[in-house]
T-cell receptor, first 115, second 116 residues
Framework: AQKITQTQPGMFVQEKEAVTLDCTYDTSDPSYGLFWYKQPSSGEMIFLIYQGSYDQQNATEGRYSLNFQKARKSANLVISASQLGDSAMYFCAMTKEGGGNKLTFGTGTQLKVEL | GAVVSQHPSRVICKSGTSVKIECRSLDFQATTMFWYRQFPKQSLMLMATSNEGSKATYEQGVEKDKFLINHASLTLSTLTVTSAHPEDSSFYIC????????????FGQGTRLTVV
């Protein structure tokens, strides 16, 4: 069975600094996808970034990048130049490759950006 | 990106009544929709997977008679919480994907259900 682990229940970062949110996973599937979502206090789930297990390059989307280390089964999210609006809950998730199947979520990391 | 609309965003109902939550894909055909439940400060837990025109597949421990899911069209899935009780109070959120190989699941805005 797939499992996602986020070991940081809460993180603080100063505005304009970079922050790394940890995510490790466990799966026996040879092909899978890794996702990061942001959930502000309003509740909606905002897609941030996707990494396929066979992608050679680390995914990047604007200020978000995914540090994918397949051998270590880690998929850490790096947010550069943090902004106050980045304060939210962040979830790492995974599914089988192609994004078609159900998502397994980690327990989340609450990020607070401070002045 | 694709838009998934979920209604209502908040609902308060009396114990014993039923509540229907709608999840619509606005600009794509959703062959598969997923329903999740989230307790305060916890992660999302998948309740069921619904495919258009067929019965939903429920996760272990989810009562299919209590959480009725209908996916009658390619743009609409509904979750009905029947005979709601206070312990059903939670945040329910749907996600949807189309038939193509898109690499993300689009989420609705979520519904906060309070049963009093």
């Amino acid at each position: 069975a797939q499992k996602i682990t986020q070991t940081q229940p809460g993180m603080f970062v100063q505005e304009k600094e970079a922050v790394t949110l940890d995510c490790t996973y466990d799966t026996s599937d040879p092909s899978y996808g890794l996702f990061w979502y942001k959930q502000p206090s309003s509740g909606e789930m905002i897609f941030l970034i996707y990494q396929g297990s066979y992608d050679q390059q680390n995914a990047t989307e604007g200020r978000y990048s995914l540090n994918f280390q397949k051998a270590r089964k880690s998929a850490n999210l790096v947010i550069s130049a943090s902004q106050l609006g980045d304060s939210a809950m962040y979830f790492c998730a995974m599914t089988k490759e192609g994004g078609g199947n159900k998502l397994t979520f980690g327990t989340g990391t609450q990020l607070k950006v401070e002045l | 990106g694709a838009v998934v609309s979920q209604h209502p965003s908040r609902v308060i109902c009396k114990s014993g009544t039923s509540v229907k939550i709608e999840c619509r894909s606005l600009d794509f055909q959703a062959t598969t929709m997923f329903w999740y439940r989230q307790f305060p400060k916890q992660s999302l837990m998948l309740m069921a997977t619904s495919n258009e025109g067929s019965k939903a597949t429920y996760e272990q421990g989810v009562e299919k008679d209590k959480f009725l899911i209908n996916h009658a069209s390619l743009t609409l899935s509904t979750l009905t919480v029947t005979s709601a009780h206070p312990e059903d109070s939670s945040f329910y959120i749907c996600s949807a994907r189309g038939a193509g190989a898109i690499s993300e699941a689009f989420f609705g805005q979520g519904t906060r259900l309070t049963v009093v």
